[in-house]
């Protein structure tokens, strides 16, 4: 299996500079800095966070959307769905729980070039694992077949939840010197990453078939696997 040289490789070289979605994303916010009058809910301010949050009453939501990204390549080049419909809503819950939320109900949405039916069923299948794990109900969603726009398939979700009992959201706010910090290992890429992933990969002319050393199976399988 050949790997040539991958030294040097930065997720900026390969397509994606943080830098410049930094800069993008700042214009973007200062533009839209409209906030709606209290009567419709009051924005929880954690800057930073992965879930964007908002107080209605006595009641507090988190909502947040997300995308598997590059990763519907990796899908398209194996031919294989299900893990990125999983994944569709794993990054979502994922974001939702880290401030401290509990998943109720995501939407999906699918640009495609072509509605393909074995396509969308293996998704469906997927999806259907990741609302399953994550105990959330799909309430709805969008497909657009826009060929002018893109050539394959892109894939995402936006997710609500809650917090029973009125648990108070985790903004760090409350983090002191001392505290523990509690690491837990990662069982793949999830769905980050795989525009640099890609590139190496290609770089390196890298059989995605063929099973790496001490692996399960096929290497394009256990990148592809679901997120987490």
């Avoid at 409209?34 to 964007?52: D, F, K, L, T």
């Avoid at 409350?174 to 999830?190: I, Q, Y």
Wanted: aromatic share 4%; charged share 25%.
């Amino acid at each position: 299996m050949a790997t040539g040289r991958v030294g040097g490789w930065t997720y900026a070289r390969s397509g994606v500079d943080r830098s410049e979605v930094a800069r993008a994303l700042a214009a973007l916010v200062g533009a839209a800095r409209y906030r709606a009058s209290a009567s419709h809910g009051v924005r929880v301010e954690a800057p930073g966070h992965y879930a964007g949050m908002l107080r209605i009453g006595r009641e507090t939501i988190a909502l947040t959307t997300d995308t598997v990204g590059t990763k519907v390549l990796l899908a398209e080049q194996l031919g294989r769905w299900e893990e990125v419909g999983e994944d569709v809503v794993a990054v979502n819950v994922n974001d939702l729980a880290s401030v401290g939320a509990r998943s109720a109900g995501l939407v999906d949405v699918i640009l495609c070039r072509h509605p393909d039916p074995v396509t969308f069923a293996a998704i469906g299948r997927g999806l259907a694992r990741g609302l399953k794990a994550a105990d959330c109900s799909l309430l709805g969603g969008e497909t657009a077949v826009v060929p002018s726009i893109v050539r394959g398939t892109d894939l995402g979700g936006t997710a609500v939840g809650f917090f029973p009992g009125r648990r108070r959201p985790i903004t760090g706010e409350r983090t002191r010197p001392g505290d523990v910090l509690v690491g837990l290992r990662s069982h793949g890429f999830h769905a980050n990453g795989l525009t640099l992933v890609r590139r190496l990969l290609a770089r390196g002319r890298i059989d995605l078939g063929r099973p790496r050393p001490g692996g399960r199976g096929p290497l394009g399988r256990e990148i592809l696997r679901p997120t987490r």
